[in-house]
């Protein structure tokens, strides 16, 4: 029996890149995709681009969240799938075989909690790939993956299963930028963040996204730094672990 893979995608106010977030999902060559769309009550032209879809999305649910992770607690709420992850409204897959690769990984290793090749565009140009970064569990556990110490885990590129997420009571909404940082957190009291040499999701880099730096280490309670020493070794050590990393094509 094949694996459920069930992907969320949060969005208001998304119309400017949301279309090719849904087409870079629904034309995967992977049958098994469970795909849920959340929309905060968007007023521009986002609804209109869902509705062009909503025969090859499995739910789309429109509600006025006061976040983005209340949008993402209610769509996973929702979610039947065995393994997790969300694809926000201006990031996009790959190519059409994202997920094929992904389930083939997962039948081979049964890994709970992994995170992907990192790739990023600026806007509309042609994505820049990047080896998978190493996180060790005690600064994941620690709250130590910020980017004054280890770095920030890649969140479209991230994937774990539904058990996990339910062990640790999913998202926590109360979160406005840092939910994501919260929620690895919690999985590595339980699972080790593994990585693996596979091409997924790509984050577009784009002057409307809403993280405020200021903000976000206010929210876990960590004063923001202007300079930090242990980027480059971050770098060096995934560089040579990747060499002993699983590859997936």
């Known amino acids: 029996m094949s694996i459920k893979f069930s992907i969320i995608t949060p969005v208001l106010n998304g119309e400017k890149f949301i279309e090719q977030t849904i087409q870079s999902i629904i034309h995967q060559t992977y049958e098994n995709i469970e795909y849920i769309v959340v929309d905060g009550n968007s007023t521009d032209d986002t609804l209109k681009i869902i509705n062009k879809y909503r025969e090859k999305i499995s739910k789309i649910i429109i509600h006025k969240d006061k976040t983005m992770y209340e949008a993402l607690v209610r769509g996973f709420k929702n979610a039947n ?23 083939k990984y997962i039948k081979k290793y049964n890994h709970q909690w992994f995170n992907c090749n990192i790739a990023i565009s600026d806007n509309n140009e042609k994505p820049k790939k990047y080896f998978p970064l190493l996180y060790p569990k005690w600064i994941l556990s620690n709250g130590l993956a910020n980017n004054c ?101």
């Open 149 to 249: 110490f280890w770095g920030f885990v890649q969140q479209e590129n991230t994937i774990f299963s539904k058990k996990l997420y339910e062990k640790v009571d999913g998202i926590n909404s109360s979160f406005r930028m840092a939910g994501d940082y919260d929620l690895w957190k919690r999985f590595a009291k339980y699972e080790k963040l593994n990585p693996v040499n596979l091409d997924f999701a790509c984050h577009r880099k784009s002057a409307n996204q809403l993280t405020n730096l200021d903000n976000y280490y206010k929210e876990i309670g960590k004063s923001r730094c202007l300079f930090n020493l242990l980027y480059p070794i971050r770098i060096i050590v995934s560089f040579f672990y990747n060499f002993f990393l699983p590859r997936v094509k």
């Open 81 to 103: 799938g065995e393994f997790f992850c969300w694809i926000n409204s201006d990031d996009y897959l790959l190519d059409n075989r994202s997920v094929e690769r992904v389930v």
